[in-house]
Nanobody
Framework: QVQLVESGGGLVQPGGSLRLSCAASGIIFGLYVMGWYRQAPGKQRELVTSISTGGTTNYADSVKGRFTISRDGAKNTVYLQMNSLKPEDTAVYYC???????????WGEGTLVTVSS
């Protein structure tokens, strides 16, 4: 059974930082592109960032220079370090695992990030 379990969300003031974690189980972690998506109220889910099996990263323009994705193969975990948070970063953040060879695709249940004073 595949599980992606996110943690680390919460309420933070503008300019603050949070680190999200996503622990994966039931998959061969090293074969999956890992990504973070977010969905704000009334908006479509959007890709925030991804990291390939080889460590290549990709960021949405809105988070470049502020967010950093990383992965730890020993812990089967992907992280999202979010700095200089803005109110517009408020959203539910979802972890995603995608296998480009089999097209297998899995989602976590999401963790809420609220940026507000």
């Amino acid at each position: 059974q595949v599980q992606l379990v996110e943690s680390g969300g919460g309420l933070v003031q503008p300019g603050g930082s949070l680190r999200l974690s996503c622990a994966a189980s039931g998959i061969i972690f090293g074969l999956y592109v890992m990504g973070w998506y977010r969905q704000a109220p009334g908006k479509q889910r959007e890709l925030v960032t991804s990291i390939s099996t080889g460590g290549t990263t990709n960021y949405a323009d809105s988070v470049k220079g502020r967010f950093t994705i990383s992965r730890d193969g020993a812990k089967n975990t992907v992280y999202l370090q979010m700095n200089s948070l803005k109110p517009e970063d408020t959203a539910v953040y979802y972890c995603n695992a995608h296998n480009t060879w089999t097209s297998a695709n899995y989602w976590g249940e999401g963790t809420l990030v609220t940026v507000s004073s």
